[in-house]
């Protein structure tokens, strides 16, 4: 009988007890980046319009930073070092590089391929830049003329 008292005791006391402050929140996992990230990244005057002349110019600055014995050709460190900080990076649009010919570099044309594909996807007219209504696929808006002949009979109020 009192090994039962003790137990529902114990229960009881393990039922009220304070388990301290509750756990920290977990920091949420880094924001999600579309591919549009990736590509607007190279809109080098910020102007909201990525033209193939600021992709290429973007890519070529980047593979010249990797390319640390500057033979135009990204061995296996050289390689290894870019995928880790893009990685590090964590974005969702991270796209590997890889000697996809197997001949021991990482040439130019392989580390800019995914991003020039990109590109000429998100080119619907083949015009050579990608403007906002490409790059986030919005209709630009355009001005009713009415809207301003309104304003002026009502004086431009509400």
């Known amino acids: ?41 190279y809109d080098a005057d910020h102007d909201g319009t990525v033209t193939r002349a600021e ?24 390689t290894d070092a870019v995928n880790e900080a893009r990685w590090a990076e964590g974005l969702s649009t991270t796209s590997t590089i890889v000697d996809w010919n197997h001949d021991g570099c990482v040439d130019f044309k392989e580390f800019s391929n995914t991003v020039r594909s990109l590109f ?5 007219n083949n015009d050579g830049k990608l403007t906002p209504e490409e790059l986030h696929g919005k209709k630009p808006k355009v001005k009713n003329p009415q809207d301003d002949t309104r304003n002026r009979q009502d004086g431009g109020g509400n």
Do not use: W, Y
């Open 55 to 78: 992709m290429e110019a973007g890519l070529k600055a980047e593979f010249d930073a990797a390319d640390k014995k500057h033979n135009g050709c990204l061995d296996a460190d050289e």
């Open 120 to 124: 000429d996807e998100f080119d619907k």
């Open 1 to 41: 009988m009192q090994s039962r008292l003790i137990l529902a005791t114990v229960l009881m006391l393990t039922a009220c007890a304070d388990d301290g402050p509750p756990p920290e929140p977990q920091k949420p996992a880094k924001p999600f980046h579309p591919v549009v990230e990736l590509l607007e990244r």
